[in-house]
């Protein structure tokens, strides 16, 4: 009887603490879905499981961290294409293990030449029209993996692209996350499928006998295999110059857009200096504008100021002071933020710690409040970060923007062309007003962290103007809140919006959407703040992360969709 008395006292034990705090069986922790995966020879983080075991493939035949993001990066374009794609955009943030240095790719593309504002003007369009060939810049991602390859690649681009060619031929498994995206009302209303003749060319490419695949159907690509052995054996020039170029060109002309042959010869990527914030000892890396980066610096510098491990996760204290944060930083990057190229950006006054010290003046400790700029002067993406044996790690984030982007897919090559011409301003004189050869503004940012000169973290949290403020959650949950890397994850979210004065001025708190896990005292309480709390479903992001620590990798991978970390 004694004996029984000790072996079930533990889990009696267990039993009680399990009243106290839900835990997770594995970890102990209070968020977690699932432990860390440790490696020490690589890691590799995506939102598909095979497009995970593609990277470590790369990984164990000699490719380097950036080789495998490539490689995992292109069968995702196959496997989940309506939020990437080689038809879209690229940024990237990579650790180079022999320079001891980050380094930072915009691989984004630019407007057409040939067409100004006053085209916009005269036909009386209000906005750039979401769908269709007006929306589509010069697609940057084929330029970015050459650019990625040729700097920091081991092995050669036909090797890494090579998995997703067989995959494309012989066929992939849709899973359940790519098949629900799919049959989603908003997407199917861009569509029109009433309108039979409407871009018949993407439900020829992707809606064989009139429908979506459902989950278990095996879709293959054998078009989009064929463009990606043309980029294969001849590289950048398999994509922006020759049968590609031309097939793109002639159908955004047919169809009544600009851009040419021309725009796709002459596009070229831009290496950039990552920008950084120091935040309790840590450096936040981020990359510049024309993308939405800094605004999680600026978000940092202002949440600095307040003692939020002691106030504690999921307090009034803490949704109230990020959101505040949120908003004001908002507020700068709908009016300071667009292509260097063509504005002059006053990043040192938005980083600075004594400008956020001014704007955390204007938060009110008892009231959610408006706010306007402070100088005198929606998305669908995915994101991978993979490290290797040799200490290199990179973040990686791609997109089409909106789910399939344009809608437009050319004649026979087997990918959509993004719309990420939609979020340029029609407004003469704004930051991000359209001009010919001008990058748009951009949603998609990768980030990193480092510690006293040395990699830390590579991370990034996917889904429009979710980003930003998912970055800053997960900087909170680790470095304020204790979290380990997919605890910080696995956590409950907070998402703001409707104050995001990208359009013009709003005079309102906009609308605080919290997931289920935060307490109803804490809901409460930031009602009688003043903030609009409610509840939504899949506006909370998609986050992947790789921690190193003592020369162990640390992988973890978003629960709310179909991702996987593993190493080896």
């Avoid at 199917?188 to 018949?200: N, V």
């Avoid at 879709?219 to 922006?240: F, V």
């Avoid at 991978?384 to 004649?411: C, H, R, W, Y």
């Avoid at 889904?463 to 956590?491: R, S, T, Y």
């Amino acid at each position: 009887m004694k004996q029984l008395y000790f072996f079930l006292l533990p889990l009696l034990l267990m039993g009680m603490t399990s009243l106290l705090k839900a835990q997770d069986r594995t970890s102990g922790k209070s968020f977690a879905t699932r432990s860390e995966v440790l490696a020490v020879n690589g890691m590799v983080a995506t939102n598909h499981p095979l497009a995970t075991q593609i990277g470590l493939d790369i990984l164990k035949k000699g490719g380097s961290a950036v080789d495998a993001a490539i490689a995992a990066n292109a069968f995702l374009g196959l496997a989940d294409p309506a939020m990437n794609g080689i038809g879209g955009d690229l940024f990237a943030v990579v650790w180079d293990a022999k320079t001891n240095k980050l380094y930072g790719l915009n691989a984004s593309g630019r407007s057409p030449k040939g067409v100004t504002l006053a085209y916009f003007k005269e036909k009386g369009y209000a906005r750039v029209p979401a769908m269709g060939p007006l929306s589509v810049t010069v697609p940057g991602c084929v330029d970015g993996w050459v650019e990625l390859n040729k700097k920091f690649g081991k092995i050669p681009l036909d090797q890494i692209l090579a998995p997703t060619i067989a995959y494309a031929k012989a066929g992939v498994p849709i899973t359940q996350e790519v098949a629900d995206l799919m049959i989603e009302p908003q997407l199917l209303s861009r569509i029109g499928l009433k309108d039979a003749g409407k871009f018949s060319n993407f439900k020829k490419q992707y809606m064989k006998n009139g429908a979506f695949p459902v989950k278990g159907d095996l879709y293959k690509n054998p078009e989009l295999a064929r463009t990606l052995e043309m980029i294969s054996k001849k590289g950048r020039d398999g994509y922006y110059i020759g049968e590609v170029a031309q097939k793109i060109a002639a159908h955004i002309k047919q169809e009544g857009g600009f851009l040419s042959t021309d725009d796709l010869a002459s596009h070229k990527s831009e290496w950039v200096d990552p920008v950084s914030t120091n935040y309790r000892g840590y450096d936040v890396w981020e990359l510049p504008p024309n993308g939405q980066g800094i605004s999680v610096l600026q978000i940092l510098n202002i949440l600095e100021g307040y003692d939020l491990a002691k106030v504690g996760f999921g307090s009034k204290e803490h949704i109230h002071y990020f959101t505040e944060a949120k908003k004001l930083a908002y507020e700068d990057l709908a009016t300071y933020y667009g292509d260097p190229a063509f504005n002059a950006i006053p990043l040192p006054k938005l980083l600075s710690k004594e400008y956020a010290a001014g704007r955390r003046k204007l938060i009110n400790d008892k009231q959610a409040g408006i706010y306007e700029p402070g100088l005198a002067i929606a998305g669908h993406t995915i994101y991978l970060t993979v490290a290797d044996k040799d200490g290199n790690m990179v973040s990686l984030i791609q997109s089409n923007a909106a789910p399939f982007g344009s809608l437009e897919v050319p004649e026979g090559l087997g990918f959509v062309l993004h719309n990420r011409g939609s979020f340029y301003e029609l407004t003469e004189n704004h930051i991000n007003a359209f001009a010919p050869g001008k990058r748009p503004f951009h949603t998609i940012i990768p980030a990193f962290i480092t510690r006293e000169g040395k990699p830390f973290m590579s991370f990034g949290l996917m889904g429009g103007d979710m980003q930003p403020q998912g970055h800053v959650q997960m900087v909170m949950n680790i470095i304020d809140f204790g979290m380990n890397l997919q605890e910080a994850g696995d956590a409950p979210r907070i998402y703001h919006e409707g104050t995001f004065a990208r359009f013009g001025h709003v005079n309102d708190v906009g609308t605080l959407y919290l997931e289920s896990g935060f307490p109803y005292e804490t809901i409460r309480d930031l009602m009688l703040l003043g903030h609009k709390v409610s509840y939504a479903y899949g506006l909370f992001g998609g986050y992947q992360a790789i921690m190193r620590k003592a020369g162990v990798y640390y992988g973890a991978s978003e629960s709310r969709k179909d991702g996987q970390a593993a190493g080896y």
